[in-house]
């Protein structure tokens, strides 16, 4: 499967503690992308990379949460002494290529978090 | 800043007929616009986009959509409705291409 992968599918975790999930967008994309998902929601914009570079980050994002791409590759969203409204499906998607990005996005299937 | 409604949350059609879930959005300058799908435990697919050009534009499985500037929407149709068709979708507006900004979806249930 060459689509974009995410890695841990599902997480509970207790208030308090923190959590990484990883993404593996599609090798040739060069833009990566976080969204956040609740229940009855569309998917919310939290962070975009193109390469290594964090061009833009959401005001939804608090300082708890920090997102790195380091190498260009497979990125990674932490989140920091977890809240229960943290509670979220967290998506990754990419795009890229050659040419103008004309935001069509890949999606992996997500991360659920569960903060108890 | 740019938002997106999505007025039905739920669209019901029997198979084989037409069906339309609408969309309207708000952005200031010329939108792209999106249309992606989400099936049961699989990610979101990209359906299709209107970036600039012929209003109506044609996507995957048939379906299409057309872009009202005037009316600021961007329907999604399909002339002929499948049980497979069942599914939540979502419209999404931007300006840069780096921040969509989804709807809240419409589940569509198709009825045999």
């Known amino acids: 499967d060459t689509g974009v992968s995410q890695d841990p599918r599902h997480k509970i975790t207790k208030r308090g503690q923190n959590v990484t999930f990883r993404c593996d967008p599609i090798s040739e994309h060069n833009r990566l992308y976080w969204y956040r998902q609740t229940l009855g929601q569309g998917p919310e914009f939290l962070t975009y990379?193109?390469?290594?570079?964090?061009?833009?980050k959401s005001r939804l994002l608090s300082d708890r949460f920090s997102a790195e791409r380091p190498k260009g590759s497979f990125s990674t969203l932490e989140i920091q002494r977890t809240e229960q409204g943290d509670s979220a499906m967290y998506l990754c998607a990419s795009s890229g290529g050659s040419g103008s990005n004309t935001g069509e996005l890949f999606f992996g299937e997500g991360s659920r978090l569960t903060v108890l | 800043a740019q938002s997106v409604a999505q007025p039905e949350d739920q669209v019901n059609v029997a198979e084989g007929n037409p069906l339309t879930v609408k969309c309207t959005y708000s952005v200031s300058g010329n939108p792209y616009l999106f249309w992606y799908v989400q099936y049961p435990n699989r990610g979101l697919q990209f359906l299709l986009k209107y970036i600039t050009g012929d209003n109506l534009v044609k996507g995957s499985y048939g379906f299409e959509a057309e872009f009202n500037k005037s009316q600021t929407s961007f329907h999604l149709k399909k002339p002929s409705a499948l049980v497979s068709d069942s599914a939540l979708y979502f419209c999404a507006v931007t300006r840069s291409a780096r921040q969509l900004t989804f709807g809240s979806g419409t589940q569509l249930t198709v009825l045999p």
């Open positions: 990379f193109q390469n290594e570079a964090q061009l833009e």
